[in-house]
């Protein structure tokens, strides 16, 4: 946020007696509300800092990798030894958004968010340019320098670090207090000040500390009698302003703000004058008055008031730089109003916070200019930046959406990412986010064997309601099917020989052709699971309501044989690259409710199937809902297995054996999605991933190939 635009963290229990309370207690705690499992990660993260890079045409922003402690988590046990993930592919904060912060120049915005980052943005193109992740709770409030090259974070646990933005390295960490809410620069840089509330239950010593932006050493102190603050400035001649007060007897609470002469820590003025935010010259302050259920614009040298409106309360505020507008944001409104800062009159009102209250704003700034304003979350994460005059969104910085599904190039260079809002194309190589093909749904990706061409089901509402083929040479789409029944979804997809003798199992699971020049190919569709051999000789597919499985000869068209998989139904079916391995999970005791809306533990199977006799080879039984996805290793030697969300274990194929336990900690858990393609193996047999809310997990597997080759 800029250094004259600051929320309240006054110590509500001196104000419960205030009529500003319930303002004081939103803006003190608002991170508190939006995402309550953001409040349980307690892990340790590891500083992972990455350079700017330039996206290829089409591109967006570079990666961002996490590392996430294992937690047990109930479900399945968690052996010892159960390993963490080396890194998580992330783009964008995988929690609410609590602060934001244009820089000088209007170029970039930082944001820090309750998954304990802050991450730069180019403000120009939306890229995410660098992540930083040394905070231990969530980020509260971050600011540029005013030359731009140094950013001051803070977090819930009073963690202050001072980063050179160009670097992304730290250059100091210290810890002031048990909350962060407001920081402010002086004009030259040299220093920042910091509020600093105690937590002792009667104080009411609120202090304002002064400290050295090279080394973070506190240079001054400036005590109060307050029992916080509720705004923090500097000015542009030197001149530190605080709001804050004490306990108030009374249905008002007293604010006051004082002003002090930064240099020397002089108190010049103080005035029964205090509010939320100040404008940039300090002359006036943005005060809400709860009890009368209005704001008002005060004048601080006086404290006579300017102008009021009728506002119902006034969580955020924001004054542009040239204090000729303020954005206000509403508690529980779904919409963000632009006032006039001379007169108080509604210029213009841009949606917010969603009538069903599933998100609020919870940070927003105009930037330098004065011409935008960023703010956020909107739905998914995401933070817009949108013109002030008109309330156009100019560009979107997207945050990261739960994936529901992935896929790898067989060259092991692309990793396609699918999630509720986007098909995007990670290089592998680099970890960077390259670009974007699809914005919409998509849960089921699917590369051709030979890598030339990936598959998708796309929808706008809902994945499925397309079937998108992209050549993976220019990435331009090279087929665009459906189904003429609208609202059938595209669940299973399959790449087969164009000249199969089999072309269709009912209106809803059949062949697609398209052209590449004058040769055909073909894209098998299904809203219930298929598989193919990747020689194009096997094809199997779920039969019936059930769930049994139909095995074809796709050359013939002829059915070979079918298997009594699974008792009620069939989720995944899958090939070994060999061919000599039919993968299958599914469902063998029907959803029972222990009690209205509490639906009790079902028991799920994953099959191996050898491919000559269909007999089952190996077995594994879960007993808990949404357990059971499991994927081939490429050279056919391991299954991987999510035995829970949490937990995914290597068997080897030959013997049985278990090969290794993988475990993660799940930041929203009560968001987690059920996709039969979360799980993989990479071409070269090196890492493992796993599709997760928080990104793709990344596991790297080391000699677990050759141990796999060795028991053979």
Known sequence: MSVFTATIYLRTDKLRKAGLLAVLLLL??????????????????VVVTQAAATAPAGGVAAAAIAVIAPTAEGGAPVPAGARAPDWILQSGHTMGLTTLAFSPDGKWIATGAYDNAVILWNAETGEEIRRMTAHQSPVMEVVFSPDGRKVISCDRDGGVLGWDASAGTTAFALKVHSLCRQITFTPDGQRWAIGVVETAEDSDDARIELRSMVTGELVKTIKTDWAGFTALAITKDGTLLASGGAEADDEEADLFTREWDASSGVEIRKTHAGGIAFAADGQTVLRPETESGVIALVRTPDGAKAWEQKFASSELAAFSGDGDKIALAELNSASMRILSAASGEV?????????????????????????????????????????????????????????????????????????????????????????????G?????????????????????????????WDARTWEIAGNFSFPQRGTPVFSIAFVPPDAGLAALGPLSRMFNFAEANEKR???????????????????????????????????????????????GVSTLAFSADGKWLLSSGQETPVTFVRPGQIGPVETQVKLWDAQTWNVHQSWTFNRMGAGTAAISPDSRIVALEKDWNLVELIDIASGASLGTFVTADPRAQNRPFSSGNLLISPDGATLMQAAVNGVRVWRLGNLQSAARSSQ
């Open 347 to 439: 210029l213009r009102e841009i949606p917010a916070g969603s009538a069903d209250k599933t998100y609020q704003l919870q940070a927003m700034e105009f930037s330098p200019d004065g011409r935008l304003i960023a703010a956020g979350p909107y739905a998914d994460g995401e933070i817009k930046i949108l013109d002030a005059a008109t309330g156009e969104v100019k560009r979107s910085l997207f945050g990261q959406v739960a994936v529901t599904g992935i896929a790898a190039s067989p060259d092991g260079h692309w990793l396609a990412v699918g999630s509720g809002r986007a098909l995007a194309l990670w290089d592998q190589q680099t970890r960077k986010l390259a670009r974007t093909l699809w914005s």
């Open 441 to 469: 749904s998509v849960n089921q990706i699917a590369f051709s064997s030979d890598g030339r061409w990936l598959a998708a089901n796309a929808g706008t509402r809902f994945p499925g309601e397309t079937l998108k083929v």
């Open 522 to 568: 073909a894209v098998w569709s299904s809203p219930s699971p298929v598989a193919a051999t990747a020689d194009g000789r096997l094809f199997a597919a779920k039969s019936g309501i059930g769930g049994d499985v139909d095995v074809w000869d796709l050359r013939s068209g002829k059915k070979l044989t079918t298997i009594a998989a699974h008792k009620i």
């Open 28 to 45: 003190t705690s608002c991170s508190h509300k939006q995402n309550p499992s953001a409040q349980a990660n307690n892990n340790k993260p």
